[in-house]
T-cell receptor
Framework: QQQVKQSPQSLIVQKGGISIINCAYENTAFDYFPWYQQFPGKGPALLIAIRPDVSEKKEGRFTISFNKSAKQFSLHIMDSQPGDSATYFCAASTGSGNTGKLIFGQGTTLQVKP | NAGVMQNPRHLVRRRGQEARLRCSPMKGHSHVYWYRQLPEEGLKFMVYLQKENIIDESGMPKERFSAEFPKEGPSILRIQQVVRGDSAAYFC????????????FGPGTRLTVT
């Protein structure tokens, strides 16, 4: 019940295309859903995050869509660029009163071809 | 405005030796999380600490692993009698306060056990 399942494992997109990564969870107590971007040899960097009181959040070319009833959320990268090539992790955690530890998905390796 | 700092960045230990990993949180942050990333896998929560207190160690292996966050100085993750299976990237993250979900990650320590 603590798992977060992420798909696809890898993704190849042409420059200018839309990259879509999906995550699903079981624990309805999760109330914070961040996405992290990780380049090889670096630490994960917080990209964008959403709470379940909204269905969508957009920051620049990055959008999170959240479906509470389906217990799914996804990351959309619009106008994908070669510089977006990285590994993306979704995560989930529970709110105040808990430790806030993040449960991560398995990661998606994105390659954007020029 | 330094971010989360970790050292060493790379650590090589022979089987049976001790590994000591250090993490200095972002300025003003008093909450530290340790995560482990095995090759080709996502990040797994290990332990959550506040100054001088271990709050949640549910992800820590029962033996050989310990963590501390003293009143002064960095948080330390200690692995005694390392084995090859301990080879991984160990990431530290910090947050401003409990209930403040945003966690910011350091660059990681890559431990290799030979």
């Amino acid at each position: 019940q603590q798992q977060v399942k992420q798909s696809p494992q890898s993704l190849i997109v042409q420059k200018g295309g839309i990259s879509i990564i999906n995550c699903a969870y079981e624990n309805t107590a999760f109330d914070y859903f961040p996405w992290y971007q990780q380049f090889p040899g670096k630490g994960p960097a917080l990209l964008i995050a959403i709470r379940p009181d909204v269905s969508e959040k957009k920051e620049g070319r990055f959008t999170i869509s959240f479906n509470k009833s389906a217990k799914q959320f996804s990351l959309h990268i619009m106008d994908s660029q070669p510089g977006d090539s990285a590994t993306y992790f979704c995560a989930a955690s529970t709110g105040s009163g808990n430790t806030g530890k993040l449960i991560f998905g398995q990661g998606t390796t994105l390659q954007v071809k020029p | 405005n330094a971010g989360v700092m970790q050292n060493p960045r790379h650590l090589v230990r022979r089987r049976g030796q001790e590994a000591r990993l250090r993490c200095s949180p972002m300025k003003g942050h008093s909450h530290v999380y340790w995560y482990r990333q095995l090759p080709e896998e996502g990040l797994k929560f290990m332990v959550y600490l506040q100054k001088e207190n271990i709050i949640d160690e549910s992800g820590m292996p029962k033996e050989r692993f310990s963590a501390e966050f003293p009143k002064e100085g960095p948080s330390i993750l200690r692995i005694q009698q390392v084995v090859r299976g301990d080879s991984a990237a160990y990431f530290c993250a910090s947050s401003l306060q409990i209930g403040e979900h945003e966690q910011y990650f350091g660059p990681g320590t890559r431990l290799t056990v030979t």
